[in-house]
């Protein structure tokens, strides 16, 4: 018997909004290429904050809440969104692996994904965890246990949120058109632990 411990959570739901007056937003806000030229995004890095984003961000904090808080079980603490933004992928564009630092879980909002090749969401292992970092065997018959990578199909509404430590990307856009998502940060204010040496209050 295998018993896969330490398992990292991704939380996946289906949220039901009207897209199209957010789609119709996209046009209006101020767009700027990354510096690694591979993908486009807003210059504001508050876009939930929007008015017309209000019901999209009630229902990013209220998954967020069920995930973190009743299904993980980690102290409530008061969750709020530290920062948001558009990500826009056209022919050829991507995101290379990343993280998100100075936060506590990230996540993605599907908004606008072209049917066909107009890429895949990935999670990345970047440290061996099944043998020594210092010795690779081919792996002959993949495994989620084996498996440096793993694949999400993404339409539209789709939520993800995951800890924002977890490498994750996005392959290259192989369509005609504009693939649009919302990412996001989330942080905490309270009290995180009053034990000890772990005390942490943030205000």
Known sequence: MITNIFPIPIYEEHLEIDNSSLIDSLN?????????????????????????????????????K????????????ELYVTSSWYNIHHNGDFSQPHTHPNSFYSGV?????PENDSGTFYFMRYHNTVCSES???DIMVPSPITSQQVNFYTPQGTLLIFPSHVWHGVTPNNTNERRAT?????????LVSGLNTKYLDLK
Not at 37 to 60: A, Y
Not at 182 to 190: E, K, Q
């Open 28 to 64: 209006s806000v101020p767009q700027v290429r990354y510096n690694s030229d591979n993908s486009s995004t807003t210059t504001t890095r508050s876009i939930l904050e929007f008015e017309k984003f209000s019901e999209l961000k009630n229902q990013i904090l209220a998954h967020s």
């Open 66 to 77: 069920k995930f973190i808080f009743d299904e993980l079980g980690f102290a409530p603490l």
């Open 109 to 113: 909002y599907y908004l606008e994904i």
């Open 135 to 137: 010795l690779a065997p």
């Open 182 to 190: 919302i990412a996001f940060n989330l942080h905490v204010r309270g």
